[in-house]
């Protein structure tokens, strides 16, 4: 066990290191000269494209137009944004086109998004995004500052009931446990590209350029595959604490986290060794000295390397917890978290596999690397 306590304590360090280290996008009152379009794409979001499109109005001037693509909806989303758009003309509705032979759902319709606006800059928003006030100001300037064309507003989440503070915290735990956030400031290799979906920011110049989203056309996990690609592309990006500026309740309830989850994990490795070197060290580092420890105890043994790799693990939560807003209790359920995590990763790799794919919004995906 002692290998396994020196490397959770060079995980913590790197914990530590990127919560340190990693720049928030502020939120800023004034308007801007830069246009702005928001584009949102929607399939059955009747519950939440509202006030998706409420928070991108209420921005500055900045903003030019809110288009939502109705991705084949059987809800009453169409409607709602029809309605808002009765209320302010910069509301429109893009309608749906039959998506195309190699193309996920959500590219094609942020592609058919691009193809309508008429803003320099194009941002991108899940339809259960919230923008705070300032938002589209802070990222903005944000980008030009730092002389991007494309920036990724990493959200805070939102979070209610027992099931999401337990669960939904350990997106955060998975990136930031491998990713080296601030390394990614100054080192342009593709690999240190990330992105969240729910808020990307792109120049528009440099999107039609590189062919945007088709960059990405198949890609069930596109926001990160969309940032390497750009940054492949030779073009400047990165993706910022966006917590002050954005928030989004991405899961509602036990089966929605499951789902949207399994949906993400092995689609999110492109080669099978990956994603099995992804299990083992979730395994070996975040869930083995936790009953090795108990174990040792008691046997009567003290459990040093366990019980120290354990508590690592622990404090790496905890300084996460205070970062992101998240109850502190939660970092204290972590071995059943990370148990769970690993269930779903199992399920996602059989389903993507050897059985029908994940069904997700009534399309079913294999991942690339089935």
């Not at 989303?77 to 509301?91: F, P």
């Not at 942020?110 to 800059?121: F, N």
């Not at 491998?178 to 290799?189: D, E, Q, R």
């Not at 108990?294 to 120290?308: C, K, M, R, T, Y």
Request: glycine share 8%; proline share 6%; charged share 15%.
């Amino acid at each position: 066990m002692l290998p396994i306590f020196i490397i959770s304590v060079l995980l913590l360090a790197l914990m530590l290191y990127n919560m340190r280290g990693w720049p928030r996008i502020a939120p800023l009152p004034e308007a801007l000269a830069d246009s702005v379009s928001v584009l949102i794409p929607a399939r059955n979001e009747e519950a939440n494209i509202g006030a998706a499109v409420e928070g991108a109005l209420a921005q500055s001037a900045a903003v030019l137009e809110v288009l939502v693509y109705d991705d084949h909806s059987t809800d009453r989303t169409a409607e709602t944004v029809r309605a808002l758009g009765t209320r302010d003309n910069r509301v429109r509705l893009v309608p749906p086109q039959p998506l195309p032979d190699g193309w996920c759902g959500k590219p094609f319709a942020c592609s058919r998004l691009a193809a309508e606006a008429r803003g320099s800059w194009l941002l991108f928003l899940d339809a259960d995004t919230i923008l705070k006030p300032g938002a589209v100001a802070g990222l903005v300037t944000e980008a030009a500052r730092r002389g991007l064309t494309f920036l990724s507003g990493w959200p805070g989440l939102v979070l209610h009931g027992f099931w999401e503070k337990t669960f939904m915290p350990m997106l955060n735990h998975v990136v930031f446990t491998l990713f080296p956030a601030p390394l990614s400031l100054t080192m342009k290799l593709p690999a240190l590209g990330l992105a969240h979906g729910a808020c990307i920011l792109m120049r528009r110049e440099e999107y039609a350029r590189t062919g945007g989203h088709a960059m990405v056309r198949g890609e069930l996990f596109e926001d990160t595959a969309l940032a390497r690609a750009w940054r492949a592309a030779g073009l400047n990006g990165l993706c910022l604490d966006g917590q002050d500026a954005v928030k989004v309740r991405m899961y509602d309830s036990l089966p929605g986290i499951w789902t949207g989850f399994q949906k993400n994990v092995y689609p999110a490795f492109r080669h099978e060794i990956s994603f099995w070197l992804f299990f083992a060290f979730h395994f070996l580092f975040f869930v083995l000295p936790f009953p090795v420890a108990l174990a040792q105890g008691a046997a009567g043994v003290w459990p040093f390397a366990a019980g120290g790799a354990a508590a690592a693990a622990w404090l790496s939560r905890i300084v996460q917890a205070a970062r992101f807003g998240y109850p502190w209790w939660s970092a204290f359920l972590h071995p059943f978290a990370e148990c769970a995590l690993l269930a779903v990763a199992l399920t996602s790799w059989y389903k993507c596999r050897f059985g029908t794919g994940i069904d997700w919004k009534g399309r079913m995906y294999r991942g690339r690397n089935s």
